[in-house]
């Protein structure tokens, strides 16, 4: 049996919905009587079109990535071909987890670690990036010791793991974060080959001491990476940034980087970051990162580039202590047309590739209703194996 592969059952009027849903199709191509009340306020009667409705359903399009997964999709995404919503590791196949990775925790709790975590294969592709450009720097190790900070369900974390660079890599000593669910699903992958600390940043007030006593290594890290709570720079939020607390959690991540001066770090946030407040926030950060001595490369990553069967896209920061070369953000891998040279994005029937039919939840009942015209190919998802086909 695969964990987290519970499909919630729903009320009446929703299960209309999703039956009427053909492929690819949203909210506004059902008949109106179905409509949400928010939708049909937002389309007939609001004159302001502002906020947009509460309520977006949309069937995936088997041939074509996925929009961007959150941890509110599980009201959203429908599945191709079964009438019903995806699952958590269905979701999670769509953000490149392993299937042998499981989240901890209630169904509501592994649906947020999931939809809050940073695809897999873009991480790796950004950690990559850092240990190439660490060693065309002549950096003195090839075991980059790593910090993992607002850690949540791990998707830096795996794709730090998964990263090489001829005999350049990763060792993730610590991943801290204030999840207690989040440090469950974390300690069950690490297997005690890194310290889960389940802990608010701000209460760590000497950084480097906590470093050394719960590493027990003594020289500094090499490399801190992260992704700060993003709620308060998020475009589907009120984006009010710095006014929101969660807004100083750059900061906080920014401290440790002062504090432990590593050589290298990592920062990834939303992509709207970029756009709040007319750009200030932005720049505001940037030259605090410069303040700290490092150079800074940014921009704006899309998860598909890269393999994983989204449309995902990221604000990466990563930075270089002066005296080290400039890291390159990675070229991407993937591409959404096909040519002699690239590869062509992966889709979402072949992240859904051989699961096996999912369990139903007790709560409520549901139609079960099935339609059962498409085969998926048995190879190279992500969680899977390699070389994926659609049949």
């Known amino acids: 049996m695969i964990a987290n592969h519970i499909a919630r059952r729903v009320g009446p009027l929703v299960q209309q919905r999703i039956d009427h849903l053909g492929i690819g199709q949203k909210m506004q191509d059902l008949p109106e009587e179905l409509w949400h009340k928010s939708f049909r306020f937002y389309v007939k009667e609001d004159p302001s079109r502002e906020g947009g409705p509460n309520l977006r359903l949309l069937r995936l399009h088997p041939e074509r990535p996925a929009p961007t997964v959150t941890g509110y999709i599980f009201n959203k995404f429908v599945h191709p071909f079964e009438n019903r919503f995806i699952t958590v590791r269905e979701a999670a196949r769509l953000q490149g987890f392993p299937d042998t990775f499981k989240f901890q925790g209630t169904l509501t709790s592994t649906q947020l670690q999931v939809g809050n975590a940073v695809p897999v294969q873009l991480s790796q592709a950004i950690f990559e990036a850092v240990l190439r450009s660490a060693a065309q720097s002549g950096y003195n190790k090839a075991g980059l010791q790593g910090l993992s900070l607002f850690s949540g369900a791990g998707g830096m974390d795996i794709g730090a793991a998964q990263a090489s660079h001829g005999n350049f890599h990763i060792e993730t000593q610590i991943a801290i974060d204030n999840w207690l669910d989040a440090c469950k699903t974390l300690e069950s992958y690490y297997y005690e080959k890194a310290k889960v600390v389940h802990q608010d940043l701000s209460c760590i007030h000497d950084p480097l001491q906590f470093w050394q006593e719960t590493s027990s290594i003594q020289t500094l890290p090499d490399l801190i990476y992260g992704g700060p709570p993003c709620q308060s720079f998020s475009q589907a939020g009120k984006q009010r940034g710095f006014q929101d ?38 720049h505001h950060i940037l030259d605090k990162i410069v303040g700290l001595g490092y150079h800074v490369t940014t921009g704006m990553l899309v998860a598909a580039d890269f393999g994983t069967p989204q449309l995902r896209k990221r604000l990466i920061f990563v930075g270089s202590k002066q005296g080290l070369e400039p890291v390159k953000l ?62």
Not at 259 to 271: G, H, Q, T
């Open 245 to 282: 607390d969660r807004g100083q959690l750059v900061l906080e991540f920014l401290r440790f980087v002062d504090m432990l001066k590593p050589s290298y770090f990592v920062i990834e946030n939303v992509a709207n970051l970029k756009g709040v407040d007319g750009g200030r926030l932005y």
């Open 330 to 391: 990675p070229e991407p891998l993937y591409y959404k047309h096909t040519t002699l040279f690239a590869q062509p994005y992966l889709n979402v029937s072949q992240a859904f590739a051989n699961l096996p039919p999912a369990e139903y939840s007790k709560n409520r009942n549901h139609s079960g209703v099935v339609i059962p015209n498409v085969g998926f190919a048995t190879q190279g998802v992500p969680g899977g194996s390699s070389n994926p086909v659609f049949q």
